[in-house]
Each structure stands twice: as structure tokens, then as C-alpha cells.
């Protein structure tokens, strides 16, 4: 592992996986490809844009021209393709953006992958690559549908996606895997369950529910909040990722989680006794068309065969959680300032 393309590295996980590895080292360079959407955020990466290991470069991932030039000039030989559009509130009002980022512009990232990484390009039988090359797939365990009361997801669990989001990653996990059994193409899928952390942007739960709380505003819960997660700290998740890197076993699928099922309406709860604020400030809203009710992750098959194991504790992670968002207040006003508020109000205003 030398050169590492990382899609998506100024996102939530994406940035935070930056910062993993340049604290971890082991590598030459590290190219950051970004559309720089709503959730792109080059702040999240202000401390470390001056280390000479890293590149920043502005670009989608459908660019099959981009994307070669980029496997050419810095000889990449690891893709780790955290690129997609991820909300599920905003799948369902704009879902062709889902399928277009994710499917297609997951297999543009494979097309360029087996192209530079095989041996004979030309030769369709030969299954040949290069010696350490690799390209990881980073999915979700919504990609499983949802749970009753029991059991958990395991990696031989059926896709059965219930949102356009999930059914785009699904989508791309199929499309990853073909690439694997019809290519030879050297890859890895890892699925996780619910991140938290730091540089969440502001539309998922967590940094939501403290924004509106730091500011007296209603917390808007789905339903009766009773839908259940299994929370993962993205530190945890990051690390997970660098050691299937490492130690993964080409083809294989990895589900990663936290072992914290939490239901919403407890997270939210936690985050206003944490603040010293009212229970009077829930607001229940209408519960968003195919809501899955749980997810729990079964992450055996990672802790046993790659020797991973989350380090956090939803108590210590959700503290320190909240304690950034309180002390990072400039970062969060300058996103709130900018077309956040206007998606905010179009999904909860009416509901």
C-alpha cells in the first residue's frame, strides 16, 4: 500500500479516516477525491491540508477520465470509496442522484481499478493484477433491510433494501462483487451499522438533536422514536476499515459494528439530560415512508478472523460526541448558514 485513493475523504467517515491514516503512516501518498457536495467539507481536513503525503483534488467519481488520470499520475494501487450520497430523507425526494453517485460511480472506480491493475488489460480471461492492489467497498448495513425483535445481520444475510438509498448500495455491493468473481478484481466489501462522531453533518440524528437542544429549537423524532440502531464510533469504524486493508481476504464481505443497540428516542433523551434540557422540546413527526424499525450488526466474523474490536463505549463515545459539537460551534454555524437550513425546513417543517 503505497498510493491510496480515498472518494469522498472530506465526508463524515471519509475525514476522519484521512486522519487515521496520517497518523498511522505506512504509506507514500494519500489522494483526497471530492465532489464537495452538501456533506463535503474541507474543514474537517484545515488541520492536516499542509502534510506533504496529502492531495487534494475536486472531481466526481463518474469522471472516467478524471478517475485515470488520477490511477496514472500517482500509480494508485488502493481504493477505498467512501463517495455517496448517504441521507435516506433525501433518496426518497431525489432518488436518480442515489443510483447515478453510488451504482454508477462505484463501477466507474472498478472500471478504472481492473484497467490499471491488470496485468493484461487486454487479455478478458486473465484474472492477473499486480502484487498489492487492492479496492474496499464501504457499505451499510441497511443494505440487510430491517430486523424483528431478534437476531442480527450477519455477511451471509440477504440484501433486502427498503429505501432508495440502501437499494443504491446494495446495488454497488453487487456490482463490486461481480467485478470480483468475473475480473479477478482484488476487493473487499465492509458494512457497518449506525457512525457517530465528530464532523457529522448536522442532518443526521445525533449532531442534529444537540444543535436544536444547544438552541431551544424542537427535536424532530420519527414516529415514536422507538426505532432501534447499533451505534459505532467512527473512530472504531475507521480503524476496522484500515485493518481489513490490511488483513482482509480478497472477495471477502466484513460487517463492522459497535455491539450499542440504542433506540432514537433514548439517544435523544441522553443528548438533553447531557445539555440540562427539557423532555418538552421532542417533537414527534410523521415517520418517514419505509423506515426500517432495527439493525444490529453481528460483527463475529471481522473480531475473530482480523483480530478487530471496537475501543469505544457508547457511554465514553457519546460524551466525547457531544463535548466536540459544544466546542466546535464555528464549524457547525458555517454549515447552518448555508443551504442546510433550506433542506431542514422542506423535511420537517410540514411534518
Not at 491540508?49 to 466526481?60: A, L, M, Q, S, T
Not at 478524471?66 to 490511477?71: A, C, D, H, Q, R
Not at 433491510?145 to 455491493?173: I, V
Amino acid at each position: 500500500m503505497k498510493n491510496i485513493l480515498v472518494t469522498g475523504g472530506a465526508g463524515f467517515i471519509g475525514s476522519n479516516f484521512v486522519h487515521l491514516m496520517l497518523e498511522r503512516g505506512g504509506f507514500e501518498t494519500l489522494i483526497n477525491l471530492d465532489a464537495l457536495t452538501y456533506a463535503g467539507n474541507l474543514d474537517n481536513l484545515a488541520d492536516i491540508e499542509n502534510d506533504p503525503r496529502y492531495i487534494f483534488v475536486k472531481g466526481d467519481i463518474r469522471d472516467a477520465g478524471l478517475i485515470g488520470s488520477l490511477f496514472d499520475k500517482y500509480d494508485i494501487d488502493t481504493v477505498v470509496n467512501f463517495a455517496a450520497e448517504s441521507h435516506v430523507d433525501r433518496s426518497i425526494t431525489d432518488p436518480l442522484s442515489f443510483v447515478s453517485t453510488n451504482v454508477v460511480g462505484t463501477q466507474t472506480l472498478l472500471d478504472a481499478a481492473k484497467n490499471h491493475w491488470k496485468v493484461d488489460p487486454k487479455d478478458k480471461y486473465s484474472n492477473e493484477y499486480k502484487p498489492g492492489v487492492k479496492y474496499l467497498q464501504v457499505s451499510t448495513d441497511e443494505v440487510y433491510g430491517a430486523l424483528g425483535k431478534e437476531g442480527m445481520f450477519r455477511e451471509t444475510t440477504p440484501l433486502s433494501p427498503n429505501s432508495p438509498y440502501s437499494a443504491s448500495k446494495a446495488s454497488a455491493d453487487l456490482m463490486v462483487r461481480a467485478y470480483h468473481n468475473t475480473f479477478g478484481l482484488p476487493c473487499n466489501i465492509t458494512r457497518c451499522s449506525n457512525n457517530y462522531g465528530p464532523y457529522q453533518f448536522p442532518e443526521k440524528l445525533i449532531p442534529l438533536m444537540i444543535n436544536n437542544a444547544k438552541a431551544d429549537k424542537p427535536l424532530p423524532v420519527y414516529g415514536d422514536g422507538m426505532q432501534i440502531r447499533d451505534w459505532l464510533h467512527v473512530k472504531d469504524h475507521c480503524a476496522a476499515i484500515a485493518t481489513v486493508l490490511e488483513k482482509g481476504v480478497d472477495g471477502e464481505v466484513y460487517n463492522i459494528g459497535g455491539n450499542n443497540e440504542k433506540a432514537n428516542i433514548y439517544i435523544v433523551g441522553l443528548i438533553l439530560q447531557t445539555l440540562g434540557k427539557g423532555e418538552d422540546l421532542i417533537t414527534h413527526v410523521k415517520d418517514r415512508p419505509g423506515h426500517d424499525r432495527r439493525y444490529a450488526i453481528d460483527n463475529t466474523k471481522i473480531t475473530t478472523q482480523l483480530g478487530w474490536a471496537p475501543a469505544y463505549t457508547f457511554e465514553e463515545g457519546i460524551a466525547e460526541t457531544i463535548q466536540w459539537y459544544l466546542d466546535h460551534q464555528t464549524w457547525m454555524e458555517k454549515i447552518l448558514s448555508g443551504d442546510y437550513q433550506n433542506y431542514y425546513e422542506r423535511m420537517y417543517q410540514n411534518a
